[in-house]
Antibody, heavy 121, light 109 residues
Framework: EVQVVESGGGLVQPGGSLRLSCAASGFTFSSYAMAWVRQAPGKGLEWVSVIGGSIGSTYYADSMRGRFTISRDNSKNTVYLLMNSLRADDTAVYYC??????????????WGQGTLVTVSS | QSALTQEASVSGTVGQKVTLSCTGNSNNIGTYAVGWYQQISHGAPKTVMFGNSLPSGIPDRFSGSRSGTTASLTISGLQPEDEADYYCSTWDYGLSLVVFGGGTKLTVL
């Protein structure tokens, strides 16, 4: 059974940093891209970043590029999201998602339960 | 404004067939597989279709298709538990981004 489990959310002050982790199981982790998607309160889903499987190419949404860094450790079946220079509008539930088997990214097939990040003083 | 366009709201009665659409362009939907996600009461999203594949555990009244630059999610035999927000997403190679639709609120009357 495929599982993705996020951790690391919490309350952080504006300008601060936070690292999210996502532990995956039930599939050959290194063969699949992994991504982060967030949802601000009352808003729709917003893609954050994606990292390829074996080669590990990375891509970011425009508003996160330069502040967020996605990485993965295939030996630990874990993907990370390091978030720096956090702003109030980064407050959201952050979901870890597994990419599907088809070409390109964005056809996600499994979602975690999410971890809440609150940026506030 | 989302890169993919979805209806803001769709409604149907129990047992009816409804189709949700997701419109993009040749750089995204016209080329890459589309994912469809169901979100009930702002809980965690659940995938109901990826590419043209139905995830295990999703009833076969859900089906997906694509025509040109528009992807569609069809629910045949609408059930009360299908009431939810539905989102689509895919890759855009021109932008090198994953793009999402703004979501469709499906109401079961």
């Amino acid at each position: 059974e495929v599982q993705v489990v996020e951790s690391g959310g919490g309350l952080v002050q504006p300008g601060g940093s936070l690292r999210l982790s996502c532990a995956a199981s039930g599939f050959t982790f290194s063969s699949y891209a992994m991504a982060w998607v967030r949802q601000a309160p009352g808003k729709g889903l917003e893609w954050v970043s994606v990292i390829g499987g074996s080669i590990g190419s990375t891509y970011y949404a425009d508003s996160m590029r330069g502040r967020f860094t996605i990485s993965r450790d295939n030996s630990k079946n874990t993907v990370y999201l390091l978030m720096n220079s956090l702003r109030a509008d980064d407050t959201a539930v952050y979901y870890c998602v597994k990419d599907g088997p088809y070409s390109g990214y964005g056809d996600f097939d499994y979602w975690g339960q999410g971890t809440l990040v609150t940026v506030s003083s | 404004q989302s890169a993919l366009t979805q209806e803001a709201s769709v409604s149907g009665t129990v047992g009816q067939k409804v189709t949700l659409s997701c419109t993009g362009n040749s750089n995204n939907i016209g080329t890459y597989a589309v994912g469809w996600y169901q979100q009930i009461s702002h809980g965690a999203p659940k995938t109901v279709m990826f590419g043209n594949s139905l995830p295990s555990g999703i009833p076969d009244r859900f089906s997906g298709s694509r025509s040109g630059t528009t992807a569609s999610l069809t629910i045949s035999g609408l059930q009360p538990e299908d009431e939810a927000d539905y989102y689509c997403s895919t890759w855009d190679y021109g932008l090198s981004l994953v793009v999402f639709g703004g979501g469709t609120k499906l109401t079961v009357l």
